[in-house]
Structures are given as structure tokens and as C-alpha cells.
């Protein structure tokens, strides 16, 4: 356990109320130094979570929860699953080592200018041994993954692919079928994991989005299934989603990550429960397909959401799924009315929204979620009131931050 010093402990302690009251101003104030100071790290940090609050919202909940849980200790495991998917996430964005260097100094400064006359040197120093405690267990980690997934001595995680079809699935999905640039053999992944894609912007500069690895570990190429995000009141449309809708054709190439993540969505050899709404259901295809090929006899229930049938990507796929799953039960749930074409998979296909209280709950089983947050919110609740171990459910989050307990 990594332990913070006695001296700091006391510091932290008493001032650690101050910094959780004013922690979103603190890190609004880093962001917008850092970004004056290394403009580069624009390429890097997604510009739609920066305008929306996201992501300095979740930085501060991220460093007040890691002080907290210095003070006062708390569930390891708990801590190892933030870390870890902090980690992948970093890893999939190629971050470094001297970058954690960057982030300290400004963000340490932007305490200073939020607090004042407040900060003192030891103030100041308690601070910045947080900071390096949950830095150096980042850089420990990362480094590992970069060495898991053979990446290069020049440090980059980015390689060239080549789209060789394009799948309209909906009006506002498509699938991306890739294969290695340069005649090199696909890395193998677990269902759940994603990789980032980078992409350049008009006007120079990039942006870097996640998306689920939506086919089958050893297939002959990757696929990624990505929903075009439209414009909504205030809220604009997606720059990435939209570039690779309009833009992206066969025979383009993207620049990938190898694949990171944290999470399994085929759990172990029990049952698994797959719940998933909207394009949240990428893993859950991808841990369907394996399931597939490796000729699983496991107890498999999906339990699906979706505004209509027209809207359900990839839905087609689902009858040849059943047939090769003899133990797959689907449930699926639209908010418009059923209209029964799934009838010869046997399918329980529901109006409306999707009821946490109709998931089965096969003894000992793996749930694995994926879909909007207030979405997973309400699912996980409804299963740990039912008495599932949080240990046993695991789930996606599109964005910065984790689901709270």
C-alpha cells in the first residue's frame, strides 16, 4: 500500500475541504495554464469534454478521491480498478512520462492561484506528494501496458491501418473493418477493450477518440463500430464521429492504438449477462462473436436497449448468433413498439425502456454493462439492490470518470 508521509498527512488533512470546495476551479485554472504553456497537449485531451466540463470535473474528483483514500485507507480493490483503467486510458493515448512532469507543475501552480495566501510551502509541498504518489503509480503501470503491447523504443503507440469496408449499419452507425497498413499481424484483444483513433483536423492539429473493438478476437481484421453524434440544443456535433462518417471510405487509413482496457466483457467460464443500450453494444457483440467462435455452450443473456428497431445497429447479426449459442437468451427493449421480426430467435422484444428488475440473474454469473452513464447508473444499482456482488459487474464508460459506488 502506498503510504503518504506523516507530515503531509496532517496538511492534507486539514486542507484537503478547501481543495474539494474549489477542486473544478483548481483544475479549470490548470487546464487553461497548461494548455497556454504546451499548446501540443491540445493534440492529446478531447476538446468536447474540456467545453463541457468533464473532463477538469473528473480530474478533481480523481486527486481528491486519491488523497482521501491516503488519509483514511479504504478498498484496495476499489483503487485497483480506478488505476487500472486510469492506466489503460493513458496507455491508449500514448501518455508519458515527462508529460506527468508537465501536468504537475501547472497543476500545482493552479492551487496556488485558487487558494492563495492559503498555500504555504508545506501546504504547497503536502500537495505535490499526492500528485507524485498517484503519479509515479500511473507511470509504473503504463509502462507496463507499453511493454505488454510491444510498444516500439520510440515510445509512440500509433500505427497505420487500412480501411477495407465500410458497413452502413443505420442511418447513424457505421462499421470500420481495418487491417495492419503494413501486412503486419493483428494483435489479439479481449471483448471489452478499445482502441483510440487519431485523427487530423482541418486547420491542423488532431484529435484522439476510444472506440470498442466491435468484431471477434481472431478474425482477419479489426472493426470498430462507431455512431455518428448529432447535434442536440446546445450541445454540438461530434467533429471525430462525423469526420469518419463523411469522410473515411475503403481504401482510407486511420492511425490506432494497440488495444487497451481493463475490462472483460466475457468475464470467466460462468454465465454472463451482456445489458447494453444504444452503441453501447459494441463489447457485447464483440464477447458474442467470440463466444461464437469458440463454440461456448455458456448461459449467455443479452439484455438490449434502443430507441427503435430501425435505430438497433447490427441487429441482423443476432438470429445466426442464436443459432450458433444453443444457451443465448435475448431481451430486447424499444422505446417505440415492438415489432415482433426477431420472433424466429425467440426473442422477448419489449416497448419502452429497459426494466432492471427483468435482467435474469443466473447464479454466479458476470454482467458486463455499456451505455449512456445515467443508464449504467440504474442498472448497476438495480443489480447490487438484487443482490450481485459489485465484484462481478463490470461496465464501459464512454468519457472521463467512473461510475461512483
Not at 509502462?143 to 452502413?168: F, N, P
Request: a negative charge; hydrophobic letters at 45%.
Amino acid at each position: 500500500m502506498v503510504l503518504l508521509s506523516q507530515s503531509s498527512a496532517a496538511v492534507v488533512t486539514a486542507t484537503l475541504p478547501a481543495v474539494q470546495a474549489h477542486g473544478e476551479a483548481i483544475t479549470s485554472r490548470f487546464y487553461q495554464r497548461m494548455f497556454e504553456a504546451h499548446p501540443e497537449l491540445l493534440n492529446i485531451f478531447n476538446k468536447g469534454h474540456q467545453a463541457t466540463g468533464e473532463q477538469p470535473a473528473a480530474l478533481a474528483a480523481s486527486v481528491v478521491a486519491y488523497a482521501e483514500h491516503l488519509i483514511n485507507g479504504g478498498d484496495e480493490n476499489s483503487w485497483e480498478l480506478i488505476l487500472s483503467r486510469i492506466a489503460h486510458k493513458h496507455a491508449s493515448l500514448g501518455i508519458t512520462a515527462t508529460q506527468y512532469t508537465i501536468v504537475g507543475r501547472h497543476l500545482l501552480a493552479a492551487v496556488g492561484e485558487v487558494l492563495g495566501e492559503a498555500v504555504t510551502d508545506k501546504v504547497a509541498a503536502a500537495w505535490d506528494e499526492v500528485y507524485w504518489l498517484l503519479a509515479c503509480e500511473l507511470i509504473a503501470r503504463e509502462a507496463r501496458l507499453y511493454t505488454q503491447a510491444g510498444v516500439g523504443e520510440d515510445g509512440s503507440v500509433w500505427r497505420h491501418w487500412q480501411v477495407v469496408e465500410c458497413i452502413q449499419e443505420t442511418a447513424d452507425v457505421v462499421s470500420f473493418r481495418l487491417v495492419p497498413a503494413d501486412g503486419g499481424p493483428l494483435p489479439t484483444f479481449t471483448p471489452g477493450q478499445y482502441v483510440s483513433v487519431a485523427v487530423d483536423l482541418d486547420g491542423g492539429g488532431q484529435q484522439i477518440r476510444q472506440y470498442s473493438l466491435s468484431g471477434r478476437p481472431g478474425a482477419t481484421h479489426w472493426q470498430i463500430t462507431v455512431k455518428r453524434v448529432r447535434a442536440t440544443g446546445d450541445a454540438p456535433e461530434g467533429v471525430i464521429s462525423t469526420l469518419l462518417h463523411e469522410r473515411v471510405t475503403a481504401g482510407d487509413t486511420l492511425r490506432l492504438s494497440p488495444p487497451f482496457g481493463e475490462v472483460s466483457a466475457v468475464g470467466d467460464t460462468g454465465p454472463l449477462v451482456l445489458v447494453s443500450a444504444g452503441i453501447g453494444l459494441t463489447p457485447a457483440m464483440s464477447a458474442l462473436h467470440h463466444l461464437a467462435a469458440t463454440k461456448s455452450d455458456r448461459e449467455v443473456v443479452l439484455a438490449h436497449a434502443d430507441r427503435s428497431a430501425a435505430a438497433h445497429a447490427r441487429r441482423h447479426e443476432l438470429p445466426e448468433l442464436a443459432e450458433q449459442l444453443p444457451n443465448l437468451s435475448v431481451l430486447l427493449w424499444y422505446e417505440d413498439a415492438a415489432d415482433g421480426e426477431l420472433d424466429r430467435m425467440k426473442a422477448a422484444v419489449n416497448a419502452g425502456r429497459l426494466d432492471p428488475n427483468r435482467i435474469p440473474l443466473p447464479a454466479g454469473a458476470d454482467f458486463h454493462l455499456c451505455g449512456p452513464v445515467p443508464f449504467m447508473y440504474q442498472v448497476r444499482a438495480e443489480l447490487l439492490r438484487r443482490g450481485v456482488s459489485k465484484d462481478r459487474i463490470g461496465y464501459d464508460v464512454f468519457g472521463p470518470g467512473m461510475l461512483r459506488d
